[in-house]
């Protein structure tokens, strides 16, 4: 069997799970012969879940934001999350650590680096306003992808991160700390990121190979969880990419990533119906989830259930 993943970004570390099971020959096992899309070999001309609605791949990694909005433009595209990698989120909006930024709420007027995402700056005008503040934050969309690095270098005040990946790669480029504006800390009730999706005729047609990468993707994601330090050598010897190149910076990315791997009950890639119902009504009643024509939309419009499936861990 054979199954494609595009990856949302240059492999690193919110991929250790994926990895670490191609490194251990996991996918072997299962008679699986995975593909990982790299989105550098495109120079990320399309985004992994654009790539996933064209059929081009079987599986992608996006966070609910993503199955969300294809699910809710005019010709709607039924993608569908199959997995979370995480947990619990690792995100956050990001500002320098010496900066005096103390508050979303003091964003206002301030310039944030944007990915321009279809629903990430109103979320972001939404911790603001949830903190006390206007909103009226200033939207930058650099052409590079490492938004960090806008802060380092002083093109923006504040901008979107995964923690465990960016905090260590700031840290030891740039000798950069941040301070931290956690999502579910304002009010935010947020969904999970990131997602492996996959397009719901898929779950019919690939899924015996689907599965099979389910089983060897948990135990590659168990691994980074039990041990960090053993999973990042597996990634430092197996894989010739930049982002695996310092051992400790890996040591330090997967030993942070590791707590927000499993649930309180020990389980991997499984979705709780009720964070993904709280996300969506919460995007509805502060008008964040609109239609391609502005338009804000009502729970009537979207039905939460279509949105995942945890039957692949039944």
């Known amino acids: 069997m054979k199954l494609s993943l595009a990856l949302d970004w240059s492999p690193n570390t919110l991929h250790a799970g994926y990895f670490v099971a191609e490194a251990q020959g996991l996918y072997k096992d299962e008679s699986l012969e995975v593909t990982f899309i790299n989105p550098e070999d495109d120079n990320y001309a399309q985004t992994p879940a654009k790539k996933l609605a064209n059929k081009e791949v079987h599986l992608a990694i996006a966070p609910s934001e993503s ?5 809710t433009l005019k010709e709607s595209v039924p993608l569908t ?7 619990k989120d690792a995100s956050a909006i990001v500002v320098r650590d010496d900066s005096t930024i103390e508050h ?7 310039i944030f680096a ?3 995402a279809r629903f990430e700056d109103d979320i972001v005008r939404q911790l603001i306003k949830n903190d006390g503040g206007q909103g009226d934050i200033r939207i930058s969309n650099p052409d590079y992808l490492e938004m960090w690095r806008t802060i ?3 093109l923006a005040d504040a901008t979107w991160i995964f923690l465990p990946w960016e905090g260590p790669k700031a840290k030891l480029e740039h000798d950069l700390t941040f301070r931290s504006f956690i999502l579910k800390d ?3 009730p947020y969904g999970y990121s990131p997602l492996l999706i996959t397009h719901t005729d898929f779950v019919t047609e690939e899924e015996m190979a689907i599965r099979a990468f389910l089983r060897a993707a948990e135990k590659g994601w168990r691994q980074v969880a039990e041990n960090p330090e053993e999973s990042a050598k597996l990634l430092y010897d197996h894989f010739n990419h930049a982002n695996w190149s310092d051992l400790s910076m890996v040591e330090e990315s997967l ?3 590791a707590p927000y791997i499993l649930s309180e009950n020990n389980r991997w890639g499984f979705m709780n119906g009720t964070r ?3 996300f969506v009504e919460w995007m509805i009643e502060t008008k964040v989830l609109k239609d391609v024509n502005g338009v804000p939309m009502n729970i009537g419009q979207i039905d939460t259930s279509v949105l995942y499936t945890n039957d692949f861990f039944k």
Not at 67 to 71: M, Y
């Open 114 to 116: 944007s990915y321009n």
């Open 81 to 87: 999350a199959v997995a979370a990698a995480l947990q």
């Open 104 to 110: 979303p709420a003091q964003l206002d007027g301030k």
């Open 276 to 278: 993904w119902l709280d």
């Open 67 to 71: 199955v969300i909005s294809f699910n």
């Open 152 to 154: 380092a270098e002083g």
């Open 255 to 257: 030993q942070m990533l």
């Open 186 to 188: 304002y009010g935010i």
